[in-house]
């Protein structure tokens, strides 16, 4: 590889994380808005015109405030958990399908499970290592959950690696050209976007942070910049998930505009159950992974297997 191509996918790469960390802060500003419109209130609206600094504000109040370790915690672990929380949220933004070659990445879909599964680690060992027992049970609830939903995940992509017979997300682009699969996939669709509340720890699956039962869950014992990396992590990963199912579901035609605004409306939609329903009892969330999702996911699995069969053999 010639060096111009490494300065290229060095400075893509640039480029590309900043565009993510400008987004995310964008989409917490979004958030406290929705939820201030659903319950009745303005939001941010103080800080500049109709309250747009106030990322920048929160940003400077978290990374300036003093940093504080519990004496007993496992300080190393403590410190660099949130570090490689966020380095794995942006990581998975790397099997983005970029048409100009920056990365190509022909098993994407396994690339995205082996990060998403790497992330439960830095929340666990987070949880751990703050010595504290509300961040212990609220770091063994995101293992548990993350575990139980992530079954579902892997048995949808492989319906989609079935009739597509490709992991790559650019042959999403070609292949839905003319229809979504949003049409042919629709129970899985919405057992998806559940998946992906659980996955992303968002209400009404946000048992890792139960404030009103663990306090503050995982990140009890996190402070300023600690506290903010976990935020930026969670948020990195929400909007790499709207985008991704758009991609899978909603027509994937990367460079057209309407594709932003399906990803707006897909965090919308994030956002929107966050302000309405209230949290799950805990093993209510097992019993839906386990009693719901998983025989749901299989049996499409299974249709969809006899359904290319059925094609493969009309064709022949």
């Known amino acids: 590889m010639l060096w111009q191509e490494v300065l290229m996918m060095i400075i893509g790469s640039v480029i590309l994380v900043v565009c993510i960390l400008v987004g995310v802060a964008f989409f917490t500003l979004f958030e406290r808005k929705v939820l201030g419109y659903i319950q009745i209130r ?54 983005y399908p970029f048409m100009v070659g920056l ?6 879909l396994i690339f995205f ?20 027992n509300y961040a ?19 048995l949808i992509l492989l319906s989609f690696v079935l009739l597509l017979d490709s992991y790559c997300l650019i042959q999403f682009s070609m292949f839905q050209e003319f229809i979504w699969l949003g049409g042919v996939f629709f129970p899985l ?10 996955e992303t720890n968002r209400t009404p699956f946000d048992f890792a942070e139960g404030e009103s039962e663990l306090v503050s869950g995982f990140n009890i014992e996190y402070g300023g910049g600690g506290f903010a990396l976990i935020f930026l992590a969670e948020y990195t990963s929400i909007l790499f998930m709207s985008m991704l ?58 249709f969809y297997l006899g359904l290319k069969i059925i094609v493969f053999v009309l064709i022949l």
């Open 42 to 95: 303005k939001g941010p609206n103080k800080v500049g015109f109709v309250g747009l600094p106030q990322p920048l504000g929160d940003a400077i109040k978290l990374f300036s405030k003093e940093l504080t370790y519990p004496l007993l915690s496992n300080y190393l672990l403590y410190y660099f958990s949130p570090v490689v929380n966020l380095f794995l949220a942006l990581l998975t933004w790397m099997i």
């Open 245 to 302: 199912f758009c991609i899978l579901f909603l027509g994937a035609n990367i460079y057209s505009f309407m594709f932003f605004i399906k990803l707006i409306c897909v965090s919308f939609v994030f956002l929107w159950v966050r302000g309405t329903l209230p949290r799950f009892r805990y093993d209510k969330l097992m019993y839906l992974a386990w009693s719901s999702f998983l025989p749901i996911s299989l049996n499409m699995l299974v």
């Open 189 to 198: 669709m919405i057992i998806w976007f559940a998946s992906c509340l659980a």
């Open 136 to 154: 212990l049970l609220g770091g063994l609830r995101a293992v548990a959950q993350t575990i139980s939903y992530e079954v579902s995940l892997a």
């Open 103 to 108: 990365y190509s990445f022909n098993l994407g």
């Open 113 to 132: 499970l082996a990060c998403t599964s790497m992330g439960v680690y830095t929340i666990m060992i987070a949880g751990w290592s703050s010595n504290s």
